[in-house]
Protein backbone atom coordinates (compact mmCIF):
# COMPACT_ATOMS: atom_id res chain seq x y z
CA UNK A 1 0.00 0.00 0.00
CA UNK A 2 2.18 3.16 -1.15
CA UNK A 3 0.69 5.99 -2.58
CA UNK A 4 -1.95 4.61 -4.53
CA UNK A 5 -2.72 1.65 -2.42
CA UNK A 6 -3.10 4.26 0.29
CA UNK A 7 -5.31 6.52 -1.09
CA UNK A 8 -7.61 4.30 -2.04
CA UNK A 9 -7.86 2.96 1.42
CA UNK A 10 -8.38 6.65 2.58
CA UNK A 11 -11.48 7.14 -0.25
CA UNK A 12 -12.90 3.81 0.24
CA UNK A 13 -13.03 3.19 4.54
CA UNK A 14 -16.10 5.15 4.36
CA UNK A 15 -18.04 3.27 1.28
CA UNK A 16 -21.85 2.12 2.23
CA UNK A 17 -21.16 -0.34 -0.86
CA UNK A 18 -18.43 -1.43 -1.31
CA UNK A 19 -15.87 -2.67 2.19
CA UNK A 20 -12.08 -3.52 2.09
CA UNK A 21 -11.41 -6.54 4.25
CA UNK A 22 -7.87 -6.80 4.27
CA UNK A 23 -4.49 -5.63 2.80
CA UNK A 24 -1.13 -6.54 2.43
CA UNK A 25 2.03 -4.92 1.97
CA UNK A 26 5.99 -5.38 2.99
CA UNK A 27 5.69 -2.44 5.59
CA UNK A 28 4.14 -3.34 9.56
CA UNK A 29 0.82 -2.49 10.32
CA UNK A 30 2.06 0.17 12.51
CA UNK A 31 3.79 1.89 9.71
CA UNK A 32 1.01 1.80 7.67
CA UNK A 33 -1.22 3.14 9.79
CA UNK A 34 0.73 5.86 10.40
CA UNK A 35 1.42 6.92 6.72
CA UNK A 36 -2.72 6.81 6.40
CA UNK A 37 -2.95 8.78 8.84
CA UNK A 38 -0.61 11.35 7.37
CA UNK A 39 0.02 12.45 4.14
CA UNK A 40 2.18 15.16 2.49
CA UNK A 41 -0.24 15.65 -0.09
CA UNK A 42 -3.60 15.23 0.98
CA UNK A 43 -3.67 16.06 4.51
CA UNK A 44 -4.14 14.08 8.21
CA UNK A 45 -6.91 11.71 7.25
CA UNK A 46 -9.91 12.75 9.60
CA UNK A 47 -11.27 9.62 10.26
CA UNK A 48 -9.92 7.54 13.27
CA UNK A 49 -7.92 4.73 12.22
CA UNK A 50 -7.09 2.06 15.04
CA UNK A 51 -4.45 -0.39 14.83
CA UNK A 52 -3.73 -3.33 17.10
CA UNK A 53 -1.69 -5.68 16.45
CA UNK A 54 -2.29 -6.69 12.51
CA UNK A 55 -5.96 -5.39 12.66
CA UNK A 56 -7.13 -1.82 11.62
CA UNK A 57 -10.40 -0.71 12.62
CA UNK A 58 -11.93 1.91 10.47
CA UNK A 59 -15.57 3.83 10.45
CA UNK A 60 -16.47 0.33 12.32
CA UNK A 61 -15.19 -2.00 10.16
CA UNK A 62 -12.19 -4.29 11.19
CA UNK A 63 -9.24 -4.72 8.16
CA UNK A 64 -6.79 -7.40 8.41
CA UNK A 65 -3.40 -6.26 7.72
CA UNK A 66 -0.90 -8.79 6.25
CA UNK A 67 2.56 -8.23 5.40
CA UNK A 68 3.54 -10.98 2.99
CA UNK A 69 6.15 -10.75 -0.20
CA UNK A 70 4.27 -13.05 -1.98
CA UNK A 71 0.80 -13.86 -2.64
CA UNK A 72 1.28 -17.39 -2.84
CA UNK A 73 1.50 -17.03 1.33
CA UNK A 74 -1.69 -15.53 1.30
CA UNK A 75 -5.18 -16.90 1.48
CA UNK A 76 -7.64 -14.30 0.53
CA UNK A 77 -10.69 -16.90 0.31
CA UNK A 78 -10.45 -16.39 4.24
CA UNK A 79 -11.78 -12.83 4.22
CA UNK A 80 -13.86 -13.81 1.07
CA UNK A 81 -11.95 -10.96 -1.50
CA UNK A 82 -14.05 -10.43 -4.47
CA UNK A 83 -11.74 -7.89 -6.10
CA UNK A 84 -7.84 -7.30 -5.43
CA UNK A 85 -6.69 -4.04 -6.23
CA UNK A 86 -2.77 -4.66 -6.97
CA UNK A 87 -1.10 -1.53 -6.25
CA UNK A 88 1.89 -2.89 -5.66
CA UNK A 89 3.33 -2.91 -9.32
CA UNK A 90 5.19 -6.12 -8.63
CA UNK A 91 2.80 -8.20 -9.80
CA UNK A 92 1.80 -6.39 -13.48
CA UNK A 93 2.30 -9.80 -15.75
CA UNK A 94 -0.54 -12.35 -16.17
CA UNK A 95 1.41 -15.35 -14.68
CA UNK A 96 2.02 -13.18 -11.20
CA UNK A 97 -1.31 -11.32 -11.18
CA UNK A 98 -3.50 -14.62 -11.17
CA UNK A 99 -1.55 -15.78 -8.11
CA UNK A 100 -4.16 -13.94 -6.39
CA UNK A 101 -6.92 -15.82 -7.91
CA UNK A 102 -5.15 -19.09 -6.49
CA UNK A 103 -5.05 -17.18 -3.34
CA UNK A 104 -8.94 -17.07 -3.86
CA UNK A 105 -9.61 -13.94 -5.17
CA UNK A 106 -12.29 -13.11 -7.72
CA UNK A 107 -10.75 -10.58 -9.71
CA UNK A 108 -7.83 -8.76 -10.16
CA UNK A 109 -7.58 -4.89 -10.76
CA UNK A 110 -4.35 -4.05 -11.59
CA UNK A 111 -3.18 -0.29 -10.93
CA UNK A 112 -0.91 -0.11 -13.86
CA UNK A 113 -0.74 -1.12 -17.52
CA UNK A 114 0.79 -4.79 -16.93
CA UNK A 115 1.76 -7.14 -19.69
CA UNK A 116 0.23 -7.58 -23.21
CA UNK A 117 -1.97 -10.53 -22.93
CA UNK A 118 -4.37 -8.65 -20.09
CA UNK A 119 -7.21 -6.90 -21.57
CA UNK A 120 -5.80 -2.97 -21.63
CA UNK A 121 -9.65 -1.26 -20.67
CA UNK A 122 -9.85 2.68 -19.85
CA UNK A 123 -12.61 3.67 -18.36
CA UNK A 124 -14.90 5.29 -20.20
CA UNK A 125 -13.42 4.37 -23.65
CA UNK A 126 -13.56 0.86 -23.80
CA UNK A 127 -14.71 -0.23 -20.02
CA UNK A 128 -18.04 -2.02 -21.42
CA UNK A 129 -16.22 -4.59 -23.95
CA UNK A 130 -16.93 -8.20 -22.48
CA UNK A 131 -13.25 -8.21 -21.36
CA UNK A 132 -14.17 -5.96 -18.96
CA UNK A 133 -15.91 -8.98 -17.22
CA UNK A 134 -12.25 -11.34 -17.49
CA UNK A 135 -10.51 -12.22 -13.96
CA UNK A 136 -7.85 -10.08 -14.71
CA UNK A 137 -8.15 -6.54 -15.57
CA UNK A 138 -5.78 -3.33 -16.46
CA UNK A 139 -7.46 0.01 -16.44
CA UNK A 140 -4.50 1.73 -17.89
CA UNK A 141 -1.75 3.96 -16.03
CA UNK A 142 -2.65 7.74 -15.24
CA UNK A 143 -0.90 9.06 -18.65
CA UNK A 144 -3.05 6.47 -20.57
CA UNK A 145 -6.65 7.68 -18.58
CA UNK A 146 -5.90 11.36 -19.96
CA UNK A 147 -4.42 10.86 -23.35
CA UNK A 148 -6.90 7.79 -24.81
CA UNK A 149 -9.74 10.21 -24.38
CA UNK A 150 -8.30 13.10 -26.16
CA UNK A 151 -6.56 11.66 -28.98
CA UNK A 152 -10.17 9.32 -29.80
CA UNK A 153 -12.03 12.60 -29.87
CA UNK A 154 -9.65 14.08 -32.17
CA UNK A 155 -9.44 11.09 -34.41
CA UNK A 156 -13.17 11.39 -35.53
CA UNK A 157 -11.57 14.39 -37.33
CA UNK A 158 -8.67 12.87 -38.41
CA UNK A 159 -5.18 12.32 -37.07
CA UNK A 160 -2.29 12.26 -38.99
CA UNK A 161 0.10 11.73 -36.04
CA UNK A 162 0.92 13.16 -32.41
CA UNK A 163 3.48 14.09 -30.12
CA UNK A 164 2.78 13.54 -26.42
CA UNK A 165 5.08 15.20 -23.65
CA UNK A 166 3.40 14.15 -20.23
CA UNK A 167 4.99 16.18 -17.12
CA UNK A 168 4.54 14.32 -14.23
CA UNK A 169 5.38 14.33 -10.38
CA UNK A 170 8.06 12.27 -9.34
CA UNK A 171 7.06 9.45 -7.84
CA UNK A 172 9.07 6.16 -5.89
CA UNK A 173 10.30 4.87 -9.27
CA UNK A 174 13.04 7.47 -8.91
CA UNK A 175 15.72 8.06 -6.70
CA UNK A 176 15.79 10.86 -4.20
CA UNK A 177 19.55 11.50 -4.29
CA UNK A 178 21.74 10.41 -7.11
CA UNK A 179 21.73 6.52 -7.33
CA UNK A 180 22.32 3.60 -9.61
CA UNK A 181 19.42 2.75 -11.52
CA UNK A 182 18.63 0.82 -14.36
CA UNK A 183 17.32 3.43 -16.68
CA UNK A 184 19.89 6.06 -15.91
CA UNK A 185 17.74 9.11 -15.46
CA UNK A 186 15.55 7.62 -12.96
CA UNK A 187 18.81 7.70 -10.65
CA UNK A 188 19.44 11.11 -10.72
CA UNK A 189 17.53 13.39 -7.59
CA UNK A 190 14.35 13.54 -8.43
CA UNK A 191 13.54 17.06 -6.02
CA UNK A 192 16.69 18.41 -8.87
CA UNK A 193 16.18 17.57 -11.97
CA UNK A 194 14.03 18.37 -14.60
CA UNK A 195 14.29 14.37 -15.42
CA UNK A 196 13.15 12.40 -18.98
CA UNK A 197 12.05 9.14 -18.77
CA UNK A 198 11.25 6.05 -20.10
CA UNK A 199 7.73 4.95 -20.56
CA UNK A 200 5.01 2.73 -22.68
CA UNK A 201 2.88 5.34 -23.51
CA UNK A 202 2.68 4.76 -27.19
CA UNK A 203 2.47 1.16 -26.95
CA UNK A 204 -0.31 1.55 -24.50
CA UNK A 205 -2.23 3.80 -26.61
CA UNK A 206 -1.59 1.88 -30.08
CA UNK A 207 -3.73 -0.92 -28.40
CA UNK A 208 -6.44 1.13 -27.49
CA UNK A 209 -6.77 3.52 -31.04
CA UNK A 210 -5.88 2.73 -34.68
CA UNK A 211 -3.06 5.01 -34.74
CA UNK A 212 -0.32 2.17 -35.29
CA UNK A 213 2.93 4.38 -35.94
CA UNK A 214 1.69 7.54 -35.80
CA UNK A 215 2.05 8.14 -31.76
CA UNK A 216 5.24 9.33 -30.06
CA UNK A 217 5.53 9.53 -26.37
CA UNK A 218 7.59 11.23 -24.37
CA UNK A 219 7.30 12.00 -19.80
CA UNK A 220 9.16 14.08 -18.19
CA UNK A 221 9.15 14.16 -14.52
CA UNK A 222 9.32 17.54 -12.50
CA UNK A 223 10.44 18.52 -8.73
CA UNK A 224 6.60 18.61 -7.68
CA UNK A 225 5.05 16.26 -5.69
CA UNK A 226 1.83 15.81 -7.16
CA UNK A 227 0.41 17.03 -10.69
CA UNK A 228 0.55 15.82 -14.16
CA UNK A 229 0.22 18.05 -17.36
CA UNK A 230 0.17 16.83 -20.48
CA UNK A 231 1.41 18.47 -23.71
CA UNK A 232 0.38 17.28 -27.31
CA UNK A 233 0.80 18.23 -29.97
CA UNK A 234 -1.17 16.73 -33.07
CA UNK A 235 -0.93 16.84 -37.11
CA UNK A 236 -4.61 16.76 -38.07
CA UNK A 237 -5.86 15.79 -41.38
CA UNK A 238 -8.34 18.87 -42.16
CA UNK A 239 -8.07 22.65 -41.30
CA UNK A 240 -9.34 23.07 -37.93
CA UNK A 241 -9.69 26.44 -34.97
CA UNK A 242 -8.91 26.64 -32.04
CA UNK A 243 -12.60 27.32 -31.48
CA UNK A 244 -13.78 24.01 -33.04
CA UNK A 245 -11.43 22.55 -31.13
CA UNK A 246 -12.49 23.64 -27.58
CA UNK A 247 -16.00 23.73 -28.63
CA UNK A 248 -15.59 19.46 -28.93
CA UNK A 249 -14.09 18.89 -25.51
CA UNK A 250 -16.19 21.81 -23.90
CA UNK A 251 -19.45 19.68 -25.23
CA UNK A 252 -18.20 16.01 -24.60
CA UNK A 253 -16.81 17.23 -20.90
CA UNK A 254 -21.00 18.37 -20.77
CA UNK A 255 -22.12 15.15 -22.21
CA UNK A 256 -20.69 11.66 -22.69
CA UNK A 257 -17.55 12.22 -20.63
CA UNK A 258 -19.32 13.82 -17.92
CA UNK A 259 -16.69 13.01 -14.69
CA UNK A 260 -14.06 11.83 -16.80
CA UNK A 261 -13.10 14.91 -18.78
CA UNK A 262 -13.35 18.39 -18.20
CA UNK A 263 -12.92 21.42 -19.66
CA UNK A 264 -11.45 24.90 -17.97
CA UNK A 265 -10.55 28.18 -19.20
CA UNK A 266 -9.29 28.74 -15.78
CA UNK A 267 -4.90 29.70 -15.57
CA UNK A 268 -4.40 26.74 -13.53
CA UNK A 269 -1.17 25.61 -12.60
CA UNK A 270 -0.74 22.10 -11.14
CA UNK A 271 -1.74 23.07 -7.37
CA UNK A 272 -4.94 23.26 -8.92
CA UNK A 273 -5.98 19.93 -9.67
CA UNK A 274 -4.76 18.38 -6.10
CA UNK A 275 -7.81 16.40 -5.51
CA UNK A 276 -9.51 16.45 -8.99
CA UNK A 277 -11.45 12.88 -10.06
CA UNK A 278 -11.57 13.50 -13.62
CA UNK A 279 -8.81 11.86 -15.77
CA UNK A 280 -8.00 14.68 -17.90
CA UNK A 281 -8.75 18.77 -17.34
CA UNK A 282 -8.66 20.23 -20.78
CA UNK A 283 -7.23 23.87 -20.31
CA UNK A 284 -8.58 25.76 -23.42
CA UNK A 285 -6.89 28.65 -22.73
CA UNK A 286 -4.22 27.19 -23.85
CA UNK A 287 -5.58 24.88 -27.22
CA UNK A 288 -3.37 26.18 -30.00
CA UNK A 289 -3.69 25.89 -33.54
CA UNK A 290 -0.93 26.63 -36.95
CA UNK A 291 -1.75 25.17 -39.90
CA UNK A 292 -3.35 21.43 -39.25
CA UNK A 293 -0.90 21.46 -35.92
CA UNK A 294 -2.63 20.97 -33.39
CA UNK A 295 -1.55 22.29 -29.24
CA UNK A 296 -3.47 21.13 -26.40
CA UNK A 297 -2.80 20.83 -22.57
CA UNK A 298 -4.54 19.15 -20.37
CA UNK A 299 -4.31 18.47 -16.67
CA UNK A 300 -4.69 15.36 -13.95
CA UNK A 301 -3.63 14.44 -10.48
CA UNK A 302 -2.05 11.57 -11.09
CA UNK A 303 -3.42 9.94 -8.05
CA UNK A 304 -6.92 11.17 -7.39
CA UNK A 305 -7.92 11.18 -10.57
CA UNK A 306 -6.26 8.35 -11.70
CA UNK A 307 -8.03 6.21 -8.38
CA UNK A 308 -11.54 7.67 -9.03
CA UNK A 309 -11.03 5.21 -12.36
CA UNK A 310 -10.01 2.33 -10.31
CA UNK A 311 -13.02 3.39 -7.79
CA UNK A 312 -15.25 3.20 -10.63
CA UNK A 313 -14.43 -0.24 -12.10
CA UNK A 314 -15.57 -1.64 -8.47
CA UNK A 315 -18.48 0.28 -8.85
CA UNK A 316 -19.33 -0.90 -12.24
CA UNK A 317 -18.27 -4.53 -11.37
CA UNK A 318 -20.43 -4.28 -8.33
CA UNK A 319 -23.43 -2.91 -10.25
N1 LIG B 1 1.92 7.28 -8.12
C1 LIG B 1 1.28 7.53 -9.23
O1 LIG B 1 1.16 8.67 -9.67
C2 LIG B 1 0.66 6.39 -10.01
C3 LIG B 1 -0.43 6.68 -10.86
C4 LIG B 1 -1.01 5.64 -11.58
C5 LIG B 1 -0.51 4.36 -11.47
N2 LIG B 1 0.56 4.11 -10.65
C6 LIG B 1 1.06 2.73 -10.59
O2 LIG B 1 0.64 2.15 -9.36
C7 LIG B 1 1.66 1.26 -8.87
C8 LIG B 1 2.08 1.73 -7.49
O3 LIG B 1 2.56 3.04 -7.57
P1 LIG B 1 2.78 3.93 -6.25
O4 LIG B 1 3.17 5.26 -6.72
O5 LIG B 1 1.63 3.76 -5.33
O6 LIG B 1 4.08 3.20 -5.66
P2 LIG B 1 4.61 3.14 -4.16
O7 LIG B 1 6.05 2.82 -4.24
O8 LIG B 1 4.17 4.34 -3.40
O9 LIG B 1 3.83 1.89 -3.57
C9 LIG B 1 4.14 0.55 -3.84
C10 LIG B 1 3.84 -0.25 -2.57
O10 LIG B 1 3.91 -1.63 -2.89
C11 LIG B 1 4.58 -2.28 -1.83
N3 LIG B 1 5.16 -3.51 -2.36
C12 LIG B 1 6.24 -3.66 -3.16
N4 LIG B 1 6.44 -4.96 -3.43
C13 LIG B 1 5.48 -5.65 -2.79
C14 LIG B 1 5.15 -7.03 -2.68
N5 LIG B 1 5.88 -7.98 -3.28
N6 LIG B 1 4.09 -7.38 -1.95
C15 LIG B 1 3.33 -6.43 -1.31
N7 LIG B 1 3.59 -5.12 -1.38
C16 LIG B 1 4.65 -4.74 -2.10
C17 LIG B 1 5.61 -1.27 -1.33
O11 LIG B 1 6.01 -1.56 0.00
C18 LIG B 1 4.84 0.04 -1.44
O12 LIG B 1 4.15 0.34 -0.25
C19 LIG B 1 2.80 1.31 -9.90
O13 LIG B 1 2.65 0.24 -10.79
C20 LIG B 1 2.56 2.63 -10.62
O14 LIG B 1 3.05 2.62 -11.93
C21 LIG B 1 1.12 5.09 -9.90
Avoid at 46 to 61: P, S, W
Avoid at 81 to 107: F, N, P
Avoid at 130 to 152: F, Q, R, W
Wanted: charged fraction near 20%; include cysteine.
Amino acid sequence: MGRIGRMLFRRLANDPQLEVVAVNDLMDAANLAYLLKYDSLYGAWQQELLQEKNEFTVAGRKVAVLQEAEVTNINWKKYAVDVVLECSGAYSSKAKAAQHLTAGAKRVLLSTTGSSDIPLLIYGHNHTNPAGKDEIVSPGGCMTNCSTHILYLLNAIGIESAQLNILHSYTSRQELVDAAHKQYRRGRAAAESIIPVEIDLAQSLERLLPLEGRIATVSVRIPVTNGAMADITVQMKEDISKEQINALFKKAAANEYKGILQYTEDPLVSADIRGNTHSCIIDGQLTSVVGRQLKLIAWFDNEYGYTSRMIDWLRYWND
